[in-house]
């Protein structure tokens, strides 16, 4: 099945030979668009930003980290479409020039998209929005000045873009296939659609595999290297028949294998477009999240409920690595630093995960053995991850060198619930620390039935090094990661107790 | 009149609408081939066997090529000839080009070169400063002094003493655009190269060089770079001599670029330094005698090191009268990436040496840093002392002679005769050049008023105070950057003009236009010569077939030098086009006059058109090339005795930061610039010059750290683990002002250069920092930069509990 697609306006269609053949690279050498610029490959400068709508909205994503496939029914601008059809400039392109805010010019496509794809839907909070854009010459603050100029200028007409003529411009058969399975529809001009207020009541009863729609064996006979379930049915399937198989959701990390680890991983499902798996449902007993929410989807939900989680969130991943990686792919992936599982596993997180018809759920923090390897059996995914409803106590700290968009050298998540003074229950846990994401079993210990109070806080502190034995590397030594562990611990009692610690919330 | 306007960016229509074309966007013939480079894997060793079958066999795979294939031994250092294009032999660090694989394809080029099987005898590498030093590894035969009075005798009499040592990080450029190049083969063997290359003369003649060719058989252009910041002086020298070789090889075109991984781990980067200080001061915090010893690391090749370690020491003093004092300059060689030039070449170190010493003196005496700055500062000039203009220029060039060598690489090292001694009376820096312009008083006084300095000060004392977590830090330093290459040749730029029947106006010079703004100021001056319009100045790439031996578009000197160049080209058109018409009206060629699109002479005027083609139908030629070079300089870098510099440069700032003082997480929260950019050519370009160099600075010296593994491989290679500043981290609050001043000496409408200065107005930010940190406890921080929170961790443990 062909890959169909708006381009700047224009359907276009492309095979399926190359499924790791990335947008960026398509873009410049099979189209001529040069506009959109390599910087880093590797979708940390935001020089290669498009503006990307789908059902569920328009958004700001990294070329060079997206894989054709990703784009089937959906609607792609590049800097080439940001002006009109005659040539009128963008608001943001108008205030861009006359705010200085280009000097090389190179990082300037990027950001005139980015700030499009802003502009459409209406945010004004720049610093996030443009935090994924590294510009190396203005020192961002004319790029600013021209985003709050720009900001109260009408959308063009044309930024509009109805993804819905990509499926009609396919060919007739899997057009129909298409509107079949709902088919996307315009998007709002404001925010983003925000995904399914509720779950699917029956996202974990679903029928056998024996019934799964017909149109994922279609694809593997077109493309025995890859497919595109559109059901967690589908994928089940496909992942028992293929263990070996490699899921690419937002690509945000898979993406790389390709880029800088030049693999040609194969056979591949592109699952993002599984609508049944992309939820986050606020119940009265626990939030549940599926497995390709993407972090955009899930920031907003959890907003109100877990703000510490949600400006986690924030600065982990700029707008382009927000809006597509999932919740899913960051847990599965395995990584030790990955940013949502310290926060999760301290919120009491259970983790679905699926294998054929077969399911199973499990503490979150146990889904993480070793380093590199986690309990997941061949064939078996994740189709969500769970945490009880409960009074907000949770604290994320992320230390990593740049607050925005980077690696934490260590993430420190706690929830620590005291009551007439004393500690009734600790769950706390790190990222960076160890090998995986690990609870500081020695440090709750420590602090629980204790009373909550300096002393029992610096008691606590030294039973960090039982918990952990960090490594040093580039982004921290050793001593730095255990001594600032303890101290995060330090900063949560002084929070508890209302002393100002909030860097970024200091003002000039 | 378009001098002095705030005009935006020539190109910033076809910036923002994705048209402005560079290298890896110039369409290339359908068969055009695509290089990458295999890499060492070892920071030292000898090459035991090197197997590239496996490469040649590789999917789309041309040629492969190691040194022994290359037609000549093609080299790309820009100084010593020390840089093999591909190793031979021996390899000098992790990451040195090996080998060049040339394919239908980039990725398919980049897939192949892994395929090598490469057996490397490793041997112990030369990593740090302490390394290079126990092996006495260098550049130059020991280490370089500038001396000025008695600085031993000094320190011993002076009332109060210190001593100590700042470590200070490297710095990746990290320009936006990796380093390219496309080689496009010509008959009879000529060659044209498209580079992303802020030295195309060095280009051409490196390419020539590896080709066997006259530099006439090479022609090099240059339209822009997305980004250059010194990291395309010397370091896109290789990939163009790779381009010219294979496209020689195949017979077809090549072009290259460095996956962003690869750029970062193969090319120079910011020198790191240590320097050690010792002082003697009084209790006014004068400091009576000063000893520095600068140590660089430049890595494993000469490039441009010598000059950088030059500059450092010509930094030392920053804005403060040194009258007994030394500076030492070790300038070792390691097995690393091989440091190169980055705005402010070596200034910046050596300016945060002092800055160091200023903030721990003031420490020491428990007085506020501003007045221990202004205590030692040079004396201001006497207002309204303009420099009078030079006599006209002669038309020769005075270069040496050796044609081999490197003329127009600032790499070159020359030495001149005795420069004239300064005057007798007059305040003089560490190398004997008297200060004549300095206006930083004046400044700082500005600044602390419009910074309430004294007033934040006491706000940051009380919120200090009142908070046990969270610090706040206040700094505010100078900044006075010598102008000019301290290798005196290389401040020479030429221009070429057209002016065509229709009254357009084709504009070409020898600098190269990086996003510093370099074309539309020099568009400006040629539109204010002509009294034109801007819409009839048409800029075009820099290439070395119209203006030849440019020198590299750096030191700041871009607007200085080709301004000049252009005003010259103009104004013989100018005078030509005057001569005519006042015959046709006896009048002077002196009374016609140039302006609103007319040609005015007596009452009456001609359209700019109408003058143009009056001027072709009488013959008279349209075209000219102009030329300048800067006057007044007179410089042995041996000796450290002369005038390096045209002028200074000078700017202040005050920042505000805060720090958490349980992590080291700190962040900037404002910052209040002066800067003296002279007589702006275009304020709107200098402010963007101000706003984005003090952010590159910052980032220097707060989140960009790279780091090397006990193996010398880079560990910080990509944008995921090297950080420079994202849009959140610029100051919450940044005011920015221009000094309303006028250049006292006669540059292009008295302005000033601006392309490095601006940067180290960071290091306020620094200093700021560690005035947070002393506010954690009694004793001295010694913040080193740059200041990750695991610096400033440490450095609130040394506040608290003073140097274990």
Redesign the interface.
């Known amino acids: 099945m062909p890959t169909t697609f708006l381009l700047n306006g224009a359907p276009v269609s492309v095979g399926g030979d190359d499924p790791t053949r990335t947008l960026l690279d398509w873009l410049r050498l099979d189209r001529g668009l040069t506009g959109t610029k390599e910087g880093c490959n590797e979708g940390d400068c935001g020089a290669c930003s498009v503006v990307v709508t789908d059902g569920r909205g328009t958004r700001a994503l990294n070329a060079c980290i997206l894989f054709l496939p990703q784009l089937d029914g959906k609607a792609v601008r590049t800097v080439e479409g940001v002006a009109g059809p005659e040539g009128e400039l963008h608001p943001v392109q108008r205030a861009m020039i006359e705010h200085h805010g280009s000097q090389c010019g190179f990082c300037t496509p990027g950001f005139i998209t980015t700030m499009a794809a802003a502009h459409l839907r209406g945010r004004t909070d720049h610093d996030d929005q443009l935090a994924g854009n590294l510009c190396r010459c203005t020192g961002y603050a004319p790029i600013v000045r021209a985003a709050e100029a720009a900001a109260a200028e009408p959308v063009p007409d044309w930024m509009r873009d109805d993804p819905a003529r990509a499926l009609s411009a396919r060919p007739a058969a899997t057009a129909a296939a298409a509107e079949e399975a709902g088919g996307p529809t315009a998007p709002s001009s404001d925010e983003a659609a925000p995904p399914h207020a509720t779950a699917p009541a029956d996202w974990g009863r679903r029928a056998p595999l024996a019934e799964t729609s017909a149109a994922c064996g279609a694809d593997m006979a077109a493309h025995p290297t890859w497919v595109r379930p559109r059901t967690a049915d589908e994928l089940a399937a496909w992942y028992l028949a293929h263990p070996d198989g490699v899921l690419v959701a937002g690509a945000t990390d898979v993406g790389l294998w390709v880029t800088k680890g030049l693999r040609e991983p194969s056979p591949l499902a592109f699952i993002a477009g599984i609508e049944d798996l992309r939820f986050v449902e606020v119940g009265e007993d626990e939030v549940c999240i599926g497995a390709t929410a993407t972090l955009e989807d899930l920031r907003p939900a959890i907003a109100p409920l877990h703000p510490d989680l949600a400006e986690l969130i924030r600065r982990f991943g700029a707008a382009q690595v927000r809006g597509a990686a999932t919740v899913g792919g960051n847990i599965a992936n395995g990584s030790p630093i990955g940013d949502l599982p310290p926060a999760l596993i301290a919120l009491g997180a259970t983790l679905h995960l699926r294998q054929g018809d077969t399911r199973r759920s499990i503490p979150l923090e146990d889904f993480f053995i070793d380093y590199g390897k986690q309990d997941r059996r061949p064939g078996e995914f994740v189709e969500a991850v769970s945490v009880p409803r409960q009074t907000d106590r949770l604290r994320c700290y992320k230390i990593s060198k740049r607050f925005d968009q980077d690696i934490s050298a260590l993430c420190g998540c706690f929830r620590i619930t005291v009551e007439d003074g004393g500690v009734t229950d600790a769950r706390i846990a790190f990222g960076g620390m160890a090998g995986t994401p690990k609870r500081a079993r020695a440090v709750e210990a420590a602090l629980t039935g204790r009373n909550w109070s300096q002393a029992a806080v610096d008691r606590a502190c030294s039973a960090m090094a039982e918990d952990f034995q960090p490594l040093s590397d580039m982004r921290a030594s050793a001593g730095y990661r255990l001594e600032t562990a303890a101290n995060l611990l330090v900063r949560y009692f002084h929070e508890s107790a209302g002393t100002a610690a909030r860097l970024l919330e200091v003002q000039p | 009149m378009s001098v002095g306007r705030?005009i935006?960016?020539d190109?910033?229509?076809?910036?923002?609408?994705?048209?402005?074309?560079?290298v890896?966007?110039i369409?290339a013939p359908h068969d055009t081939l695509h290089l990458c480079f295999g890499l060492s894997d070892t920071a030292c060793g000898e090459i035991v066997a090197m197997d590239l079958a496996a490469v040649r066999s590789a999917p789309g795979v041309v040629a492969v090529l190691a040194a022994e294939d290359l037609p000549n031994s093609a080299d790309t250092s820009p100084s010593a000839h020390d840089e093999p294009l591909l190793a031979t032999g021996r390899v000098h660090h992790m990451g040195q080009p090996l080998f060049l694989a040339i394919a239908n394809?980039h990725?398919a080029a980049?897939?192949a070169v892994?395929r090598a099987s490469v057996e490397i005898r490793e041997e112990p590498a030369i990593l740090s400063i302490d390394d290079a030093l126990a092996a006495d590894s260098r550049f130059e035969e020991g280490p370089r002094f500038y001396r000025k009075g008695d600085a031993n005798r000094a320190i011993a009499a002076a009332p109060h003493r210190l001593e100590g040592r700042i470590e200070i990080g490297g710095q990746e450029?990290?320009?936006?655009?990796?380093q390219a190049a496309l080689a496009l083969p010509q008959e009879g063997g000529d060659m044209v190269v498209h580079t992303s290359s802020q030295h195309p003369t060095e280009i051409q003649h490196k390419v020539a060089d590896a080709l066997g060719l006259p530099m006439a058989a090479v022609r090099v252009e240059v339209r822009?770079?997305?980004?250059?910041?010194g990291g395309k002086e010397s370091q896109a020298n290789a990939l163009a001599v790779a381009c010219a070789v294979a496209a020689r090889v195949t017979g077809r075109p090549c072009r290259m670029r460095y996956?962003?991984?690869d750029d970062m781990v193969i090319t120079g980067k910011r020198h790191d330094f240590r320097i050690d200080y010792r002082a003697g001061y009084d209790d006014d915090g004068r400091i009576r005698g000063i000893e520095f010893r600068q140590f660089a690391r430049c890595g494993w090749s000469q490039d441009l090191s010598l000059p950088v370690a030059d500059r450092a020491m010509l930094h030392a003093d920053n804005a403060y009268l040194l009258d007994d004092v030394t500076i030492e300059s070790h300038r070792l060689k390691t097995n690393t990436q091989s440091a190169t030039a980055f705005r402010g070449f070596g200034g910046p170190q050596g300016m945060v040496g002092i800055e160091r010493v200023m903030d721990e003196i003031a420490h020491a005496l428990g007085c506020d840093p501003v007045k221990v700055r202004r205590a030692n500062y040079y004396a201001d000039a006497a207002p309204g002392d303009a420099a009078p203009a030079p006599a006209p220029l002669d038309d020769g060039r005075d270069a040496p002679a050796d044609t081999h060598a490197d003329l127009t690489s600032r790499g070159t090292t020359e030495t001149r005769g005795q420069p004239a001694p300064p005057p007798s009376g007059a305040q003089t820096t560490p190398y004997h050049m008297a200060v004549e312009d300095f206006v930083l008083g004046e400044m700082t006084e500005r600044l602390v008023e419009s910074a309430d300095y004294r007033g934040r000060r006491e706000q940051v004392r009380a919120w200090n105070a009142g908070?046990?977590?969270?610090k706040?830090g206040l700094a505010l330093t100078p900044v006075k950057f010598g102008i000019s290459f301290t290798l005196t040749h290389l401040n020479q730029a030429g221009a070429l003009v057209h002016v065509y029947q229709d009254g357009s106006v084709h504009l070409n010079h020898g600098g190269t236009e990086?996003?510093?703004?370099l074309f539309r100021k020099v568009s400006q001056v040629a539109a204010h010569r002509f009294g034109v319009p801007l819409e009839r100045i048409r800029i075009t790439a820099t290439d070395t077939g119209k203006v030849p031996n440019t020198s590299a578009t750096a030191a700041s000197s871009g607007s200085d030098l080709n301004g000049m160049a252009v005003k010259a080209a103009c104004d013989t058109i100018r005078d030509r086009i005057a001569r005519l018409i006042a015959e046709r009206h006896q009048a002077r060629a002196a009374d016609v006059r140039f302006g609103g699109d007319r040609v005015h002479v007596g009452g009456e005027s001609y359209g700019w058109e109408e003058a143009v083609r009056l001027a072709y139908e009488n013959r008279v030629s349209l075209s000219a090339t102009g030329f300048y070079k800067t006057p007044k300089l007179e410089w042995d870098r041996i000796a450290g005795r002369g005038r390096p510099f045209f002028y200074f440069a000078q700017g202040v700032a005050a920042t505000?930061v805060?720090?958490?003082t349980?992590?080291?997480?700190?962040?900037i929260?404002?910052t209040d610039i002066l800067h003296d950019c002279g007589a702006s050519l275009n304020p709107?370009?200098d402010?963007?010059q101000i706003?984005?160099?003090?952010?590159?600075g910052a980032g220097w010296l707060t989140?960009e750290?790279l780091?090397w593994t006990d193996k010398g491989r880079l560990?910080?290679h990509?944008?995921?683990?090297y950080?420079?500043?994202?849009?959140?981290?610029?100051p919450?609050?940044?005011n920015v002002s221009l000094w309303d001043g006028r250049n006292r000496e006669d540059t292009i409408y008295r302005s000033k250069a601006v392309g490095e200065p601006p940067l180290m107005l960071a290091i306020s930010v620094l200093m700021a920092l560690s005035d947070a940190c002393a506010a954690c406890g009694p004793h001295y921080p010694a913040l080193d930069a740059p200041a990750?929170?695991?610096r400033v961790?440490a450095a609130v443990r040394r506040a608290r509990e003073g140097a274990r």
């Open positions: 705030p935006p960016h190109a910033a229509v076809l910036h923002v609408t994705g048209t402005a074309r560079y890896d966007d369409p394809s990725l980049r897939k892994r450029h990290f320009y936006l655009e990796g822009r770079m997305g980004g250059g910041f996956d962003r991984d908070n046990e977590i969270l706040r990086m996003g510093q703004g505000e805060v720090i958490d349980l992590t080291g997480e700190n962040r929260l404002r709107a370009v402010m963007g706003e984005g160099g003090f952010v590159q989140t750290e780091v560990a910080t990509a944008p995921s683990t950080k420079i500043p994202a849009c959140s981290d610029r919450r609050v940044s990750t929170p695991e961790l």
